[in-house]
Structures are given as structure tokens and as C-alpha cells.
T-cell receptor
Framework: QQPVQSPQAVILREGEDAVINCSSSKALYSVHWYRQKHGEAPVFLMILLKGGEQKGHDKISASFNEKKQQSSLYLTASQLSYSGTYFCGTGNNAGNMLTFGGGTRLMVKP | KAGVTQTPRYLIKTRGQQVTLSCSPISGHRSVSWYQQTPGQGLQFLFEYFSETQRNKGNFPGRFSGRQFSNSRSEMNVSTLELGDSALYLC?????????????FGPGTRLTVL
């Protein structure tokens, strides 16, 4: 079952914040976040492995709520370089392949 | 460490033909997964190989097949190509076949079927 991402698209001005959500109907073992720029491969951002975990680097962070079976990606003080499509990938048992959400298209304007 | 590499990067074929795509994982990674990416469908999982065995398979017809060699390199084959097979095919590798391992993507092979 594919995780559901929301919103599907968002447009920001430089310096604004955004939140991207990823929800699953199944219990999650892991949540992986990627960003893909047009014409390029998805680039790994971060992985969350247990409920309550929060991670971040630079001004991008994420949280994992195991009970709610969801994760959120937070982009603060967005930069032009943040533009792209963000995908969450979920692992719902220890050995399973990742299932990706439909993506959230983020555009940051000057 | 070198990243995941895929060859060729671009391919143009006609309907009915077959095609083979190649993927070399990051050194030491034993799991290779293949995805099809189209504008309308996002990242669709095709299959995953680990230690030369297919471990997981997505919901694609039997025209899509793959294999993995002893050096972990993988190939995927699509027979009797259809127009709808036009897509970006991405391969990704991870060290083990566990969902807690990070998966790294290659640059993809863009296949156009005419």
C-alpha cells in the first residue's frame, strides 16, 4: 500500500516554511525522505527508524510518529535550492522493500 | 566510494522490441531494487534482488524481468515493448535487504518507446 503524501504541491517564497506529510495505513518500520530535482535521481535526505525520532540537518528536519503511522518533513527558511519533488519511502516490515508516496512538488520563488 | 551507476543513460526503442538495462550498485551493497518512474505514476517498485535472488516483486507484467550477478550487478529486461513502457528506470542499492538501510539511487535510464 502506497503511503499518502500531502500536499501534492506547494509554492513558497524564499524564507518561508513548509511542512510535507507522509501517512501510511500500515505499521511502519522506517521512513526515508528523498528530494528529486527535475531530470535527476532522487537524493537521500534522511531516515527515521523509530517512533518519536526527529532528525535534521541544515534547515530541513523530520519527525516520525509511529502511533499515527506518519512522518512529517519540515523545511524552514526555504532557499531556492530546496525546489524539487520530495518523496517519502516507507518500510513496513524488517525486510521489505520501500514503498514510495506520490511525491510533493515544492517550488521556491525569489 | 563511487555511487550507483546505470547504463545506458538514454535509450530509444520501437514497439515490440526488447531492452536490457544495467545497474552497478555501490561497492559492498548486495541489494538492488528497480523502479519505474513516470509523470503520472510516481515511483513504482519493479523488483528487488539480493544475493542473486529476487526477493520482492511489484505489480508489473511478466514482460519485466531481472537478474543479479555474483558481483551484485543487476540487469533488467523488458520484452515486447509497449508505448506505455516509456519511463525513467531507476535502480537503487542498499547494503542489506532491510528497510532500515538507506537506499541510494542511480541516475536512471530514460527509455523512450516509439
Amino acid at each position: 500500500q502506497q503511503p499518502v503524501q500531502s500536499p501534492q504541491a506547494v509554492i513558497l517564497r524564499e524564507g518561508e516554511d513548509a511542512v510535507i506529510n507522509c501517512s501510511s495505513s500500515k505499521a511502519l518500520y522506517s521512513v526515508h525522505w528523498y528530494r528529486q530535482k527535475h531530470g535527476e535521481a532522487p537524493v537521500f535526505l534522511m531516515i527515521l527508524l523509530k517512533g518519536g525520532e526527529q532528525k535534521g540537518h541544515d534547515k530541513i528536519s523530520a519527525s516520525f510518529n509511529e502511533k499515527k503511522q506518519q512522518s512529517s518533513l519540515y523545511l524552514t527558511a526555504s532557499q531556492l535550492s530546496y525546489s524539487g519533488t520530495y518523496f517519502c519511502g516507507t518500510g513496513n516490515n524488517a525486510g521489505n522493500m520501500l514503498t514510495f508516496g506520490g511525491g510533493t512538488r515544492l517550488m521556491v520563488k525569489p | 566510494k563511487a555511487g550507483v551507476t546505470q547504463t545506458p543513460r538514454y535509450l530509444i526503442k520501437t514497439r515490440g522490441q526488447q531492452v536490457t538495462l544495467s545497474c552497478s550498485p555501490i561497492s559492498g551493497h548486495r541489494s538492488v531494487s528497480w523502479y519505474q518512474q513516470t509523470p503520472g505514476q510516481g515511483l513504482q517498485f519493479l523488483f528487488e534482488y539480493f544475493s542473486e535472488t529476487q526477493r520482492n516483486k511489484g505489480n508489473f507484467p511478466g514482460r519485466f524481468s531481472g537478474r543479479q550477478f555474483s558481483n551484485s550487478r543487476s540487469e533488467m529486461n523488458v520484452s515486447t515493448l509497449e508505448l506505455g513502457d516509456s519511463a525513467l528506470y531507476l535502480c537503487a542499492s542498499r547494503y542489506r535487504q532491510v528497510s532500515t538501510d538507506t537506499q541510494y539511487f542511480g541516475p536512471g535510464t530514460r527509455l523512450t518507446v516509439l
